[in-house]
Nanobody
Framework: IQLQAYGGGLVQAGGSLRLSCVAS????????MGWFRQAPGKGRDFVAA????????YYTDSVKGRFTISRDDAQNTVYLQMNSLKPEDTAVYYC??????????????????WGHGTQVTVSS
């Protein structure tokens, strides 16, 4: 499966962006889908994930109430709606797919496939 993320850009603090991750060469419904981000000079961190089938979602604490992950399996697309953006949300955002069983959403090494990142910059 190949993943391509779209939708990054420059936005002022308090603004919104919606990232999209389109899958090809596979069926999205077979995977747990996650979003991660990497700020300049820092490691890659978990942001959000959506479980297969039930679509149960999970978020890192810093984005709860502001970000929403959703998936449209028919369109082979997963979204990350980001509201009330803060300068500390500035990062390259990556989508990823976990083909394994179970649901351990924040464990980066569980994810088998990664898209190229999309840059999100939030100005103060």
């Amino acid at each position: 499966i190949q993943l391509q993320a779209y939708g990054g850009g420059l936005v002022q603090a308090g603004g919104s962006l919606r990232l999209s991750c389109v899958a090809s060469g596979g069926t999205l419904s077979s995977y747990v889908m996650g979003w991660f981000r990497q700020a300049p000079g820092k490691g890659r961190d978990f942001v959000a994930a959506a479980r297969r089938n039930s679509g149960t979602t999970y978020y890192t604490d810093s984005v709860k109430g502001r970000f929403t992950i959703s998936r449209d399996d028919a369109q082979n697309t997963v979204y990350l709606q980001m509201n009330s953006l803060k300068p500390e949300d500035t990062a390259v955002y990556y989508c990823a797919a976990d083909a394994g069983t179970g649901f351990i959403p924040s464990m980066m090494n569980r994810y088998d496939y990664w898209g190229h990142g999309t840059q999100v910059t939030v100005s103060s």
